[in-house]
């Protein structure tokens, strides 16, 4: 389905990571999501509730990463992404962590997961 919407760049403080002071002190995350369904019905009506909400798409993210933290990024992607993918009128769904403050001792730019999960 070549439909889409895109939210990119939500930051978010969280507390994930498998060392005690990544949980203890936490660190913004930013986490990019591409949603893939129909937007014809919206398009075709103008109407809010025959397309995915943002506005919700944000604020869901946003609860998942600010809340239970988790050790691995893979853990908070596959959760949002699991979440999301309930809207039955989703086909797919990917979602990026970003985590730019990583406990690398090296200069870098960012470290990333993916995840992408489709409707079966």
């Not at 591409?34 to 604020?59: F, I, K, N, R």
């Not at 869901?60 to 893979?74: C, M, Q, T, W």
């Amino acid at each position: 389905m070549p439909d889409r919407i895109t939210l990119t760049g939500l930051r978010v403080f969280g507390r994930h990571g498998v060392f005690e002071h990544e949980k203890r002190d936490g660190q913004e995350f930013v986490v990019d999501i591409v949603a893939w369904l129909d937007l014809a019905p919206a398009a075709a009506s103008d109407d809010l509730t025959q397309t995915l909400h943002y506005g919700e798409l944000a604020q869901l993210a946003a609860d998942i990463v600010g809340g239970e933290p988790y050790d691995l990024i893979e853990s908070v992607a596959g959760r949002i992404a699991d979440e999301v993918l309930k809207d039955s009128r989703l086909s797919a769904v990917e979602v990026t962590v970003h985590k730019p403050s990583a406990p690398i001792p090296l200069n870098f730019a960012d470290v990333a997961v993916t995840v992408h999960r489709e409707r079966v």
